[in-house]
């Protein structure tokens, strides 16, 4: 698909989006793409992209299937796992825009694994491996977000192969698994870490984190190591997303990680953590049409490593690394967060995600193999009930592997109806 078609194709998706009345970006967990199918209801299945371990089963990483549905004789419980070969540093997976595939990485040795979830959702089967990642992209190494567009995959790398450093960029993949382009991160903002579109305003922001040389060296060491912790991100830049063109570089101090587009129409905001400075960071359009930022938030020096979003921009809930704990913060206000619940996970926490209907939240703990504490891994389930987190099931990962990214899956057939692939379940709950 040529430049020209694909903005045609973003450009029909829109219209049609507007057509239907349907919010761009409410499709999937509340942190997915908005070109993503809208699957509504009770998810059935919770997908977890999840550590190799040696001694630890095959010690081969692996796609692991969760059974999420209540009053299932396997709720809670891991029901298949979709090894591959060998340890990748398995961390995010996303799906592509007809929710078919959903394509997993591995930050070590830059393979892409690609898994056909719609054959049979309870069961994912891996269809292909992309071993050319660093030469189809120039020298990119760690593939980072997988996010989904018009026929096609955006992912970011978190690094080069000519250092280790940060310096990266943006890569472009057909859904058929063939190469389109390399988009280089500018020079005074070299790094890379997530990528997320609001179609509305045709702008894209990305973040940042470390290179190689950092994420895959021991935690207690990298800490020690003064100019090493110097090599972290500090800038969310703002893109033409059309144009693929970067518009504005906003100093974020701290490696600011993943990022969450406002959901409701007319908010024209976006949210962000960041790792080492520990705050909760409000990224918002001001009338003059330029961008900016404020900290909304102190979370502690915890290590937040993870947000998710209401659908109704109501909540963040923020997972931090360090202490465990999952944090809950009313942002009713975009510009001032207000802590309104905290739950003790674990020694350790990572990724969180909550449910389409905005009544379930799921909970992880594995970050990066060397930067792991000693321990047990697992997924965790919490509803809201009376107005607080009631805790629903803990699956033990520890004879599995470590549990990172989740994407959530439903059993029921997904009807493509318009150019954005909107869906419906096919029954309710």
């Not at 796992?81 to 995010?92: F, I, L, S, T």
């Not at 009544?359 to 792991?372: E, G, H, M, P, V």
Request: net charge positive; glycine share 8%.
């Amino acid at each position: 698909m040529n430049a020209r078609r694909f903005r045609l194709a973003v450009t029909a998706a829109l219209m049609i989006l507007s057509l239907l009345g349907t919010r761009p970006a409410v499709a999937d967990e509340t942190c997915q793409s908005p070109f993503l199918p809208k699957v509504t209801g009770q998810e059935d299945y919770v997908y977890v992209w999840t550590l190799g371990v040696a001694g630890v089963a095959d010690g081969n990483d692996s796609l692991v299937t969760v059974d999420v549905r209540p009053g299932s004789p396997t709720y809670g419980r891991v029901i298949h796992r979709a090894p591959v070969r060998g340890r990748h540093e398995a961390h995010h997976a996303g799906f592509t825009d007809d929710r078919r595939q959903l394509w997993a990485g591995g930050l070590d040795d830059s393979y892409i694994f690609v898994f056909d979830v719609a054959s049979n959702p309870a069961k994912p089967r891996l269809v292909k491996t992309i071993t050319s990642f660093v030469k189809d992209t120039g020298g990119l190494v760690g593939p980072h977000t997988f996010y989904a567009l018009p026929g096609r995959m955006l992912i970011s790398a978190l690094s080069n192969a000519t250092d280790g450093s940060g310096r990266t960029g943006l890569a472009e993949y057909g859904n058929d698994g063939k190469f389109i382009r390399t988009i280089w991160m500018p020079k005074e903002a070299p790094y890379g870490y997530d990528v997320r579109v609001n179609v509305n305003l045709n702008r894209m922001l990305t973040s940042s984190f470390a290179g190689k040389k950092n994420y895959m060296r021991a935690f207690g060491e990298l800490t020690k190591d003064p100019e090493a912790m110097k090599a972290f991100g500090d800038s969310v830049i703002v893109w033409d997303f059309h144009a693929r063109k970067p518009l504005q570089i906003l100093r974020v101090p701290g490696a600011p990680l993943e990022l969450r587009w406002a959901l409701q129409p007319n908010h024209h905001y976006a949210f962000t953590a960041t790792a080492l400075t520990h705050q909760l960071v409000l990224i918002y359009l001001k009338e003059d049409g330029t961008w900016a930022t404020k900290n909304i938030a102190d979370i502690g020096e915890n290590i937040p490593v993870d947000i998710s979003l209401a659908p109704d921009d109501s909540k963040v809930y923020v997972n931090s690394f360090m202490d465990g704990t999952l944090r809950v913060y009313d942002v009713s206000n975009p510009f001032e967060g207000k802590l309104i619940e905290q739950v003790k996970l674990g020694e350790m926490a990572n990724m969180v995600s909550e449910s389409w209907d905005g009544k379930r939240i799921y909970a992880t703990n594995s970050l990066l193999s060397q930067w792991d504490k000693p321990g047990d891994y697992w997924l965790k389930a919490y509803a809201w009930e009376g107005g607080k987190l009631v805790p629903k099931f803990t699956t033990d990962f520890t004879a599995v592997g470590r549990a990172h990214i989740m994407n959530f899956g439903t059993a029921a057939p997904i009807v493509a109806r318009g150019a954005n692939h909107i869906a419906q379940r096919a029954r309710a709950r």
